[in-house]
Structures are given as structure tokens and as C-alpha cells.
């Protein structure tokens, strides 16, 4: 079992920056691949960006390519997500994700293992 836990979240303004943080016990997800999704009142969660396990490759959705950045620090079994220049549309509760999705890293169903969330409020 793994166990995820996001911290960072908060409120910021339009154009301003966070820093979220997963941090993963029961065991090492060394071999997992980890990943973010959000999700907005009344819309479906949403992929974000992944990290894989094997390769170290990161995938990033098109509507945050180029302002979030992904990484993971497998010693410490913690990732983050480096938001810059946010969007009153990246207001979510952002979770993070462990498991073996393949090439279908953006689907939830793919993911064996789930944070709580954290809300991420952005103001214009």
C-alpha cells in the first residue's frame, strides 16, 4: 500500500506562483509512475502532468505546458509541481497519483493510489 499526502495549496492571484508537494509512505514508489490531476466544482478530474517511473519522462497537459513543471525526488519518495503564472481556470483541488498507467497516463482509472487534494484558489 502507498500512502499520498499533498501539501502547498492556497490561495494566490492571477499571474503569481505555488508550489505543490506529494509525499509518498508505505513504500517506495521508486517504481511507480506519479502524477497530478485536478479538479474543478461540477467538471471531471483532469489530467495534469506525469512523471514516469522508468525513463524519468514527464507529460504535461497542453493547457499547463510551459507554466507547470513536474519533478520527483525518489530518495525523499516526494513530487512536486512548480506552478507559475496561474489561471483563474487552474482553480482546482489538485491530487497527486501513483501507479502503473503505461501510455495511458492521462486517464484516472489507470492510477492505484490517491492523495486527499488540495486546494488551489486563484483569484483575478
Known amino acids: 500500500q502507498v500512502q499520498l499526502v499533498e501539501f502547498g495549496g492556497g490561495l494566490v492571484q492571477a499571474g503569481g506562483s505555488l508550489r505543490l508537494s506529494c509525499a509518498a509512505s508505505?513504500?517506495?514508489?521508486?517504481?511507480?509512475?506519479m502524477g497530478w490531476f485536478r479538479q474543478a466544482p461540477g467538471k471531471e478530474r483532469e489530467f495534469v502532468a506525469v512523471f514516469t517511473a522508468s525513463g524519468g519522462n514527464t507529460y504535461y497537459a497542453d493547457y499547463v505546458k510551459g507554466r507547470f513543471t513536474i519533478s520527483r525526488d525518489n530518495a525523499k519518495n516526494t513530487m512536486n509541481l512548480q506552478m507559475n503564472s496561474l489561471k483563474v481556470e487552474d482553480t482546482a483541488v489538485y491530487y497527486c497519483?501513483?501507479?502503473?498507467?503505461?501510455?495511458?497516463?492521462?486517464?484516472?482509472?489507470?492510477?492505484?493510489?490517491w492523495g486527499q487534494g488540495t486546494q488551489v484558489t486563484v483569484s483575478s
Open positions: 497519483a501513483a501507479g502503473w498507467p503505461g501510455a495511458d497516463y492521462y486517464r484516472t482509472g489507470r492510477y492505484m493510489y
Open positions: 508505505g513504500r517506495t514508489v521508486l517504481n511507480y509512475a
